[in-house]
């Protein structure tokens, strides 16, 4: 075999590339397990499929679409769809990648997928995007279900087109299967809390590591990029507990007030015209000019690679959220921990969107729905329990909550690889 051609191989500066080299951080902890360790540099299965569509003005348009299972070692695959005109097959392999990690380290019994399609939504009526998600259902039915694979929202999806794949998926197999997606609407078997799941964790991993900094979040100062499903749900409830967002930055621009931006008129006006339409309450910033905003925390919630050497040479934060999957590229992590700056990482700090989608699968398959409270309730208990195990790793051996978030999830996933064994 000619291990230069094969795809399992990064690109420079790749998503892929990233978690791989996260990964070999992990290697010395991993004991015996690290004969193990390929296993999760490669993924088990990957599907690209063409998606056809007849466009409202007659031509026929064709689109790339992915659906890739990383590690199913420790349960079905479990990740969500992205629509972006960005996405590449490595990418979602990397998203993949960070699911498995992700579902382990909250310790839910699932393995890691994801998926996308090369497609900006922007562009399409909602006609048009109802054929690209239903032929793009179709297409990857073969390899997902309720027990093999499980979909859900990630950028530019949402409730609505979780319930045409589920409405795809259920004629295709001549039945309902509301638990073939999570993150649907309430009445189609979708879980009460579902929506800000991922923004809640966010605020209820940050809460904690301030508290452990000796950061009061009265008055602290936030800086968000992306103020989409994630970022403006995590501001809201920094805000609700007395910090001000200073700085926000999405696809549209900047905006920046150092007072603190009012969030009760920004959020709805960033839905319809992105942050830049609430010019009266802040400034208008360039995008560079974001990361030199003063602030105590930093949270990426749009995409990947965006905290770089240089944005991590400067950003005045104490504490990064990553509410974004792959934020930072390995060589700023150096940098924010020799500046001694925290990082929460990823694959604990967004894992509040999974754990809700889990319990939206065990409501759905028990038909029996719980009220927001224990939802909530239940989320908090997992991500602080995932949460002080991982830092107690961390202590323990002197590293990062990255690769202790990593020692822990690999942990699992390769004890339960070892266990099943190799078939045949
Ligand atoms: P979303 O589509 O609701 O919002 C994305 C936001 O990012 C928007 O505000 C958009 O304007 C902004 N954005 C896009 N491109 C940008 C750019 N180049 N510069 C600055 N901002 C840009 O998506 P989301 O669901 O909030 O997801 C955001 C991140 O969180 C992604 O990395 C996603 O994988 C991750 N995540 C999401 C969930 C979830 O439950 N939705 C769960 C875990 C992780």
């Known amino acids: 075999m000619n291990e230069k051609l094969s795809f399992v191989n990064p690109t420079a500066n790749s998503p892929w590339g990233t978690y791989l080299s996260q990964v070999d951080r992990v290697v010395p902890y991993l004991g015996p397990l690290a004969r193990w360790v390929e296993t999760l540099k490669r993924p088990k299965r990957a599907l690209i499929v063409d998606v056809p569509i007849e466009m409202d003005n007659g031509t026929i348009a064709h689109f790339e679409g992915y659906r890739v299972q990383h590690n199913m070692s420790r349960g079905p695959g479990k990740g969500g ?38 497609v900006d939504p922007k562009k399409l009526s909602l006609q048009e995007l109802e054929k690209v998600t239903r032929r793009y259902t179709s297409e990857i039915g073969i390899i997902i279900g309720p027990h093999t694979d499980i979909p859900a929202p990630d950028v530019n999806t949402n409730a609505q087109i979780m319930a045409w794949m589920m409405d795809t998926y259920s004629m295709n197999v001549g039945g309902t299967a509301t638990g073939v997606v999570t993150g649907k609407p309430l009445h189609l078997g979708g879980s009460l809390g579902r929506v800000k799941a991922t923004g809640r964790g966010v605020f209820v991993t940050g809460r904690e590591a301030a508290r452990r900094l000796g950061m009061d979040l009265r008055g602290a100062r936030i800086a968000v990029q992306g103020f989409g499903n994630v970022g403006s749900v995590a501001a809201e409830l920094f805000v609700e507990a007395g910090a001000k967002i200073v700085a926000v930055q999405d696809h549209t621009g900047t905006i920046v007030n150092t007072n603190g931006l009012d969030l009760t008129k920004l959020v ?143 942990e699992r996933i390769l004890m339960a690889r070892q266990e099943r064994g190799l078939y045949p």
């Open 81 to 118: 769809v992205r629509f972006h005109p960005d996405v590449t097959l490595e990418e979602v392999m990397a998203l993949s990648a960070w699911m498995t990690i992700k579902t382990a380290a909250v310790n839910l019994p699932y393995g890691g997928a994801k998926g996308g399609i090369r």
């Open 268 to 410: 709805p006006i960033s839905r319809t015209d992105g942050v830049v339409g609430f010019k009266a309450g802040g400034d208008i910033v360039p995008n560079e000019d974001f990361w030199d905003v003063a602030c105590d925390i930093l949270i990426p919630a749009a995409l990947e690679g965006q905290i770089t050497a240089e944005r991590a040479k400067k950003t005045t934060a104490k504490l990064v959220l990553e509410g974004a999957n792959g934020p930072t590229v390995p060589e700023a992590d150096d940098i924010l921990a020799e500046r001694g700056v925290l990082v929460v990482p990823d694959v604990i700090c967004n894992a509040g969107g999974v754990t809700v989608s889990y319990f939206e699968w065990v409501q759905d398959f028990s038909s029996f729905f719980w009220d927001e409270d224990e939802i909530n309730v239940r989320l908090d208990r997992i991500m602080m329990n995932a949460l002080n195990q991982i830092w107690d790793t961390a202590d323990k051996h002197k590293i990062s909550l990255r690769t202790a978030t990593y020692a822990v999830a690999c």
